[in-house]
Every structure is written in structure tokens, then in C-alpha cells.
């Protein structure tokens, strides 16, 4: 089984990550970019630093994988598409990163760390007014959708509706679309449909509808909190990667409930069976 890692089961307090390894032998974990920059929301150095004792237990069975960014400008296509995200350099120092992190401790690593920690704190804070203004209007946009069409907003652990599935696919093919036209403005969509879905941004579209989908479902979006929103801006990429394996390690029930209805909209919606 292959698994993307929330940041949260680094904790320890459940051992879930350590029973994940340990239930199977041949249990893989991914490490996505958002978890760098979560891990550094820790105020104390030593939490901190407990991240990295986590990881290098199971280093062996761990992938990292490209920035966002890097991934982004892969072109889409279905075949090897989660092999091209790695990133083989990080995934083969990850053992040495995290015995200099654990072992070879002294003040540079110190201030490194803190200075890393105010970097990314203030990004977090970019990050929370852009998804309180994105993601509110979105998600503002959608349900007035649901208003226009009368629509009967389903119950939170009911199966998707055809209506449901039919906005979602459709908000998600004009977004994707748009959006590969910004990246690759001198080439042609891939032939097949499959290919253009296994395309990170595409994905990414898929759990944003999801994360939509959820917040209706959820009584709405006016009691979300702007920090709420951030962290449902980082769930989203755990979502979207963990599409393209056996979904997310995490605790978190409200992420697993974005996976799962970000799973139905690839499967019942697209037709792209999961775990690919």
C-alpha cells in the first residue's frame, strides 16, 4: 500500500504512521511539499525536530516528492505520472538530512531552523487571506449555483448525486482547461481524457470541487474561520496526490471526507478509476 503522509500523524501521539509501517512490510509512505512547510508552523525546535526522529525510523520506505511548482510544468500524461513527481535526489539523502537534523545538532541548525520557521510563518499568513477571499467566493459561487437549479444539498456521508457529479465535472474541466492553457500556451490538450486528468493541476481542480462539495454539505461557508480555510488550502494538495496512490494517512476525519468525495468525482464523474 502507498500512502501520502499528512503532516499531523508526525506527531506520534497515535501511532498511526508507526503502525502503517509496521502492520506491512510493504507499507510506502510519500512526503509532499506542504509538509515542509507545515512541520515549520511548530514553535519549539524540538518538536521540530521529533518530525525528522519519525521519518528517519522509516526512511527506507519514504518518497519525496518535486515542489508544486516543479510538478505543475510536468505534461500530463496517465502512464508513470506519480514516478515523474519524485524527486529522487531528496528521496535518497532524506536518511542523511535526517540524521544532520537528529545528530549533528549545533546553533547554525538553531538559527536555521528559526529563520525557516518566520519564513514560513509569514507565508502561512499570505496564504490565509488568499484562501479566505478564493476559496470563500468559490465556494459562495457554487452554492448559488445550487440556489439557481433548486437543488436539494445532499446530506454530509450521502453518496454524490448525478447534479452533484455533473457541476463538479464541469467546473473542473473548464478550471483545468484554463489553467493548462496558462502553463503550456503552445501546446494542444492531450488526446485522451485520462491523460489530461492524470495532470497535477487537474487533480488539484478535482479536490478543490471536492472541498467545495464538503463546505455545502457542511452548512455552508459563513462559519468558516480565515484559519479553517488556510488549512483546507493544504489539505487539498495531501487530497490531490493521495488520488494518484492509496489516498492520505491522516487522522483527520474532515480530510478523509475531501478524499472520499474527491475519489468519487475522478471515479463516477470522469470515469478514472482510483489509484491512478
Partial sequence: MLKVIDYNVLSGRDRLLENFFEDNSSNFGIIIDSMGIESMKRDSVRNYRNSYRIISNFS????????????????????????????????????????????????????????????????????????DSEFRNAIKLMEGIWKERRLKIQRPDDPLSQEELQIATIAVTHLAMADFKRVFPDSPLPDQEEDFLSWMPARYSVALQALTIHWLRNRGIESATPATLRNDSMDSFYVTFGSYCDGVLSADNRLQDISRISASILADGFGVKPNS
Wanted: with cysteine.
Fill in 60 to 131: 527506507s520506505r519514504i518518497a519525496v516528492l518535486k515542489s508544486v511548482p516543479e510538478i505543475r510544468k510536468i505534461f500530463p500524461k496517465k502512464e508513470g505520472a506519480l514516478v515523474s513527481f519524485f524527486d529522487r535526489e531528496r528521496t535518497a539523502t532524506i536518511v542523511e538530512y535526517c540524521n544532520a537534523m537528529l545528530h549533528n545538532w549545533h546553533r547554525d541548525n538553531e538559527r536555521v531552523i528559526a529563520q525557516r520557521q518566520m519564513v514560513a510563518r509569514e507565508f502561512m499568513q499570505k496564504l490565509e487571506a488568499v484562501a
